[in-house]
């Protein structure tokens, strides 16, 4: 067994370089040359090149439509909120962004109405008008049957003071007791 195996490998090898040394390679490059020197086929045309006619732009002179207006940006500065009072002192609701805070109730008692609210700590605060709420200076200015009002002083775009409306909204009640959908209701 260990004699055969050489011999075998020896009689593949052999027969392996054996079929390459026949090969008519000569008449193979012939053939080649000539398909080379005589293409066949037709190559088309190129197109005609379309003609187009300059149109002269002209509004060179126009407002950009991606650079802010600058008379608007200065009537709105005219326009503008005062400034947040920087020496205020800062109320317990003002540490929390308006979105994690509910209202869960409102009370008037003795003509003066007030709003309950629930921080996300879980501790219920008692609001007047005039209070502050929230991380944009919001400020309540209006206590309703089931909502509170209040105008935040934000920066627009330009960097300006603006006041901005906000409302919380009292959330319904579930058959449970449990507050429906989410923790606070606002609107813009």
């Given at each position: ?87 205020r002192a ?26 309950l609210i ?71």
């Open positions: 067994m260990s004699r055969s195996r050489p011999l075998a490998l020896a009689t593949l090898l052999g027969l392996t370089l054996g079929g390459c040394a026949d090969a008519d390679l000569g008449a193979l490059e012939s053939h080649l040359d000539a398909l080379r020197h005589a293409p066949q086929g037709q190559i088309a045309e190129l197109p005609e090149m379309p003609s187009f006619e300059a149109v002269d732009y002209r509004q060179r002179e126009r407002r950009s439509p991606f650079v802010a207006d600058v008379a608007a940006s200065r009537e709105s500065a005219t326009e503008a909120a005062p400034l947040p009072d920087a020496a800062s109320q317990p609701l003002e540490a929390f962004d308006l979105e994690s805070l509910e209202l869960v109730g409102t009370l008037s008692v003795g003509g003066r109405d007030s709003g629930r921080s996300p700590e879980g501790r219920v605060h008692r609001l007047f008008v005039g209070d502050y709420l929230g991380r944009d200076d919001g400020q309540v200015v209006a206590v309703g049957e089931r909502k509170l009002s209040l105008v935040e002083t934000v920066r627009d775009a330009q960097g300006h003071w603006m006041e901005r409306p906000r409302q919380l909204l009292m959330t319904p009640r579930d058959t449970d007791g449990d507050a429906g959908g989410g923790r606070e209701r606002s609107s813009r």
